[in-house]
Structure formats: C-alpha cells, structure tokens
C-alpha cells in the first residue's frame, strides 16, 4: 500500500543518510590524509615457488587513519576513486613505492623490483607515462625494478591509448602484470596486443584449491597459458603448505601470499630478508 511504501521509505531514508555522511567524513579524512602523511606503504614479498627466492616485493596502501588505527584499502580505495582523489593518492603511492625500492635494494645490497597497483583511473589520466618516468628518476630506480599491476578491465576500455602507453612503457622497461588474472573478461585476444610481463591468478582460484576441482583446473590452464605465451605467472593468495604444493606440481613460477609473509612495515620487510639471507 501507499502508506507502507511510505514508511518504508522513511525507514530508508535516515540509513542513506548516514551513509553519505559517513561517507563525507571518510573523504574529507581521506582528503588531508595527504598532506597529514598518514598514508603508509607496506610491503608482501613474491617469492619462486621451487626454490623459495625473492622475485620482488608489491606495495599495498595503508591509511594510518587518527582514531582508526591502520585502515585497509578496502575501506577506502573505492570512495578515493569516486571522489578523484586516488589520482592525487596513486601519485603518492608511484613516487613513494619507487623512492622505498631504492631504499629496500641498498640496504640489502640486491635489487628488489617493486609492483604498484594502479587504478583504472589513473591508468586513463593524461601524462601518466611522463609522470612514472619523473617518479623513476627521481627516485633513481632503474625502469625494470618497475613493474605496473593493472586489472583487465583497464585493457579492455578505450584500447588505444592503453596500447599506445603500454608500448611506450615496456620500451623503456618498466614491467607490466596482469592483476586478478582470470575473474574479468573471457577474451584474451589482448593478451597478444598488449606488452605483458606477468599474470597474477586471482587468489579466490588459489583458496579453492585443492577442493575444488574447476578452480584447479582454470589455475593449471593459465600456468599453461602464461608458459606457452612466454609469461610470467604468480599465484596470490597463497596461504596453506597444500595450495602451495599443488601450484608447484602445476610448475607455476611465483606465489605470494600469508604462507610466506603477510605485508610488512619497509622496516619490518627488511629485518626479514636479512634473517632470511643469514640462514
Ligand atoms: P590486490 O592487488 O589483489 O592485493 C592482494 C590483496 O590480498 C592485498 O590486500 C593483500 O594484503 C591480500 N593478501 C595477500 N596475501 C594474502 C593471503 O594469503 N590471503 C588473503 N586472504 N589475502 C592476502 P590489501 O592490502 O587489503 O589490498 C586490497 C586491494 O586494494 C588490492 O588488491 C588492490 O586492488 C588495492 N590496493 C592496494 N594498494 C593499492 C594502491 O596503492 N593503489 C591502488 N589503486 N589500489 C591498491
Ligand atoms: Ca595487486
Ligand atoms: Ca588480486
Ligand atoms: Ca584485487
């Protein structure tokens, strides 16, 4: 009726309330995180799964939020995407994960590659190939210890100036992976167009092995995948000796996950290395 549409809508209305404002409070937080520097990178090594050796380290953005303790980018990625801001943050993050690059590989006296997610967003702003190669020099990392994650999808929409980047990025060395390999689109007739380094199985593949017998399959075919286009292939998400045995009897390359370590502190990250390389 009439009128329980009505309540129902009043009922509605005051929870859309907090929402946005909630919503309004975390963004206007979100906004000065920046400037505060409360942002903070932490770091999750990828490691060769035959042999346990380090391929590199990923950045994943933490909010050292007052009040809040360290907030996950779950909590706030998507709303720093909707307000534009993750243009601003991503910056931070390129610039930031390229100055720790150098940082980590001279205190461990070989070089460590760093990956750094990038939003789809950012992917699209003009400039972005200028930008990661001032981030670059800035920091005085080499071109290859660089290596972009993207999603599909970002090689999907508005295919051109995505080649167009892409090809100018891989000249200059910088790697490209492929994030969350496998749950966005069923083509992979990009995988040809574009100069990709790296596919990374999406690691809700990795947690259903080995139970489950169609998610073992989909990671088999795309270590045969990636070994037959000439890729490199790492699982995520990697967090029983179990998940971590059947990858290496489908002969995949990389792995990272809790097995291994959880993302750590740069200073914690390094103190692990050092114990690692001292046993
Ligand atoms: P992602 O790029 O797919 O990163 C993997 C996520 O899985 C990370 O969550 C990582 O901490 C978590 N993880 C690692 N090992 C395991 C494991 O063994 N088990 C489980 N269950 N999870 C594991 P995190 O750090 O919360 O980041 C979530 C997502 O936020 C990332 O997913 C990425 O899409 C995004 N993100 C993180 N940092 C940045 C950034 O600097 N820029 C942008 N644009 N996005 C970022
Ligand atoms: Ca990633
Ligand atoms: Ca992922
Ligand atoms: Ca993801």
Not at 2 to 27: H, I, W
Not at 49 to 56: E, F, Q, S, Y
Request: with cysteine.
């Amino acid at each position: 009726s009439k009128k329980r549409g009505r309540n129902a809508f009043e009922a509605f209305a005051p929870a859309m309330q907090a929402d946005s404002n909630l919503r309004m409070t975390v963004e206007e937080g979100l906004r000065t995180a920046l400037a505060q520097e409360e942002l903070v990178l932490h770091f999750q090594p990828k490691v060769a799964l035959a042999d346990g050796r380090l391929l590199g380290v990923e950045a994943l953005l933490r909010w050292n939020r007052p009040g809040h303790g360290l907030v996950a980018p779950s909590d706030f990625i998507g709303l720093a995407e909707d307000s534009g801001l993750i243009l601003p943050i991503g910056e931070w993050v390129l610039r930031q994960a390229c100055a720790d690059a150098v940082r980590i590989s001279t205190r461990l006296g070989y070089a460590v590659p760093m990956a750094v997610n990038m939003s789809p967003r950012q992917f699209r702003q003009p400039g972005l190939l200028h930008r990661v190669e001032e981030a670059l020099e800035t920091a005085g990392l080499a071109p290859a210890l660089l290596e972009l994650e993207i999603t599909e999808s970002v090689l999907i929409d508005d295919t051109e100036v995505a080649a167009a980047l892409l090809q100018a990025l891989h000249r200059k060395g910088v790697r490209l992976t492929i994030d969350d390999f496998g749950t966005g689109y069923s083509s992979l007739s990009y995988l040809h167009r574009f100069p990709v380094t790296t596919l990374k199985i999406d690691q809700s593949f990795i947690a259903d092995l080995p139970s489950n017998p169609y998610s073992e399959a989909i990671v088999a075919s795309v270590i045969g995948l990636a070994r037959s286009l000439k890729l490199h292939v790492v699982a995520e998400g990697v967090e029983t000796a179990e998940q971590h045995q059947r990858l290496c009897a489908h002969q995949c390359e990389g792995g990272q996950g809790y097995l291994f370590s959880h993302p750590l502190s740069l200073e914690a990250l390094c103190q692990m290395l050092e114990q690692r390389q001292s046993v």
